[in-house]
């Protein structure tokens, strides 16, 4: 039991009846799955999630939140909780046996809203969707168990398992967001393609209380002195917990490796003798990099890490399944409110299969660096990590977990391309800070559910009665103005590329889809209509 978090328990769900059909169910209500059906819910759309269990997830998990993924949940209106809660950290720095190999910056500058990471165990995150899913009108069937499934062309028929009995349950859309040993996916006998490394590592969350020597940075060792011939990372998290991950080797028993009695001396030669400390949670893992060869199977479609898998070196886990979540959802909404063709879910594969080979490619050159499996490689390693110390160009050689940044959908058919700077097509929309009605604000902030047209210019009253339902048109401009933001440092202009009088169309997932000099109606139509995946002439 964690020390310093009491997991909520939440009553089983009743069961519905012999039979029960559902346009949208959801296996899993773990962090994938709950931000998809609450993504869902914001746009209008009902989504039953079923989870076998009754509480959020045991163990830290998941603690990197990027700057994307935070902006995607102050979409869905929990942002705000993260920075009020979370530990905020940019820096790291790499250490080689005692000496600093150097640090680096993941936000080298102003004028975003989020950080580059909040640092916040996954079980916060989780119960904070459960609530917002709850005040959404989410039903979550808590203890029910999903025991068999069987495909057919209008959906899947599931046997679920609850404490009041057994039920049959059609879903005319399954999406399986049940984590890494997915259910769903073994009963369909979907093989990972990929690799498992030959390693092990130890998380131990550890609560210090009092004042440590470390700040609120993640640091990450190579061969120290504490654990000779080994790597080691830490970060802090709040409650005065501070994660630390102690590379194992291969031949470690895992059960033998999470006894108190074996963790503890690692922590005390790390810490020193005189530091207090207690553990809270302990795990043991492998380092997969590996996926499915699609995420749709038809009308199942997989998300998170029943979908792909990666070291957590680098904070790539968590955050793609929520950008997963945040791409799957707007497209399944259009599809099934007769916006778009069905084709556009293909685009799911198009653009997460491409951004989670980014993850797995950037996953195992880590794994690799992180342990070498030659002793050539080895000395490679630390002749770099040598050279680190006192020449620049070797720094970017380093490769302790290339961290996690949103991929850019520049190979998506949904885009109108062009060749021009900034935030181009298939780039995440960034943010800027604006002014409006004379207060301090963002602008993702306004932009909401929907396609957007941010036009930087004075409001137009001739455009916005020529846009149609399902387009909103925010105005950006260069002085203060009744109806417009302010981009008061230039900033949002000099992000998205574009120059005085041009417009950008965004998707409902906050990623350019095209770019326009002159906002001219017949253009945006034809690339609003490109981004839902319709045919274009």
Not at 78 to 98: D, S, Y
Not at 132 to 139: D, K, L, N, R
Not at 440 to 456: E, M
Request: proline content about 7%; overall charge negative.
């Amino acid at each position: 039991m964690p020390l310093t978090y009491a997991s909520p328990r939440y009553p089983a769900a009743p069961r519905p009846g012999a039979e029960d059909r559902q346009r949208v169910v959801i296996a899993g209500a773990g962090l994938v799955g709950l931000t998809l059906a609450l993504d869902l819910a914001r746009r209008g759309v009902k989504a039953v999630v079923l989870d076998e269990d009754d509480t959020v997830s045991f163990g830290s998990r998941a603690i990197c939140f990027a700057k994307r993924t935070l902006e995607i949940f102050g979409r869905l209106g929990i942002g705000a909780a993260f920075l009020e809660k979370g530990i905020t950290w940019k820096t790291g720095r790499v250490f080689h046996r005692g000496t600093e190999a150097y640090a680096f910056d993941l936000l080298p500058e102003e004028g975003h809203e989020y950080p580059a990471f909040v640092n916040l165990q996954q079980y916060y995150a989780e119960e904070w969707l459960v609530r917002a899913c709850g005040e959404a009108g989410v039903e979550i069937r808590w203890k029910h168990r999903i025991a068999a499934v069987a495909l057919g062309g209008d959906g899947a028929r599931l046997a679920v398992e609850t404490p009041d009995g057994d039920y049959a349950l059609h879903a005319d859309w399954l999406l399986a967001c049940d984590g890494a040993r997915s259910f769903i996916r073994e009963s369909m006998g979907l093989p990972f393609a990929g690799q498992v490394f030959r390693d092990r590592f130890l998380i131990a969350d550890v609560v210090i209380r009092g004042d440590v020597g470390f700040p609120t940075e993640r640091w990450f060792w190579f061969d120290p002195p504490f654990h000779p011939n080994q790597s080691v990372l830490l970060h802090k998290q709040p409650d005065d917990v501070w994660r630390i991950d102690f590379q194992l080797g291969w031949d470690a028993d895992p059960d033998e490796e999470k006894k108190p009695e074996k963790v503890t001396p690692r922590v005390r030669a790390m810490l020193g003798p005189d530091v207090p400390f207690e553990l809270e949670w302990v795990s043991v893992y492998t380092f997969r990099c590996r996926r499915l060869e699609r995420f749709r199977h038809g009308r199942v479609i997989f998300a998170g890490d029943a979908a792909h898998q990666v070291s957590p070196f680098g904070a790539r886990g968590g955050n793609a399944g929520v950008q997963d979540a945040d791409n799957l959802g707007w497209k399944l909404a259009a599809v099934l409110k007769g916006e778009a063709p069905e084709a556009l879910l293909d685009t799911y594969d198009a653009e997460r299969i491409p951004a989670n080979d980014e993850n797995i490619l950037n996953s195992t050159r880590s794994t690799d660096f992180i342990t070498p499996k030659t002793e050539a490689a080895r000395a490679y390693r630390d002749a770099v990590l040598e050279l680190a110390a006192q020449h620049g160009f070797a720094r970017p050689l380093v490769n302790s977990g290339r961290l996690s940044r949103p991929h850019r959908y520049v190979a998506t058919p949904l885009s109108t391309p062009d060749e021009g700077p900034g935030a181009g097509p298939g780039f995440p929309a960034p943010d800027a800070p604006v002014m409006r009605a004379g207060k301090p604000d963002w602008l993702l902030r306004h932009l909401g559910y929907g396609f957007q047209l941010l036009v930087f210019g004075p409001v137009d009253a001739a455009l916005v009665g020529s846009l149609w339902d399902g387009l909103e048109p925010v105005f950006v401009s260069a002085e203060e103005a009744r109806g417009t933001l302010w981009d008061h440092s230039g900033l949002a202009l000099a992000r998205y590329g574009v120059k005085p009088g041009g417009a950008v169309l965004l998707r409902p997932d906050q990623h350019v889809a095209a770019r326009f000099d002159v906002p001219d109606v017949a253009a945006i139509r034809v690339a609003h209509d490109r981004a839902l995946g319709r045919e274009v002439a």
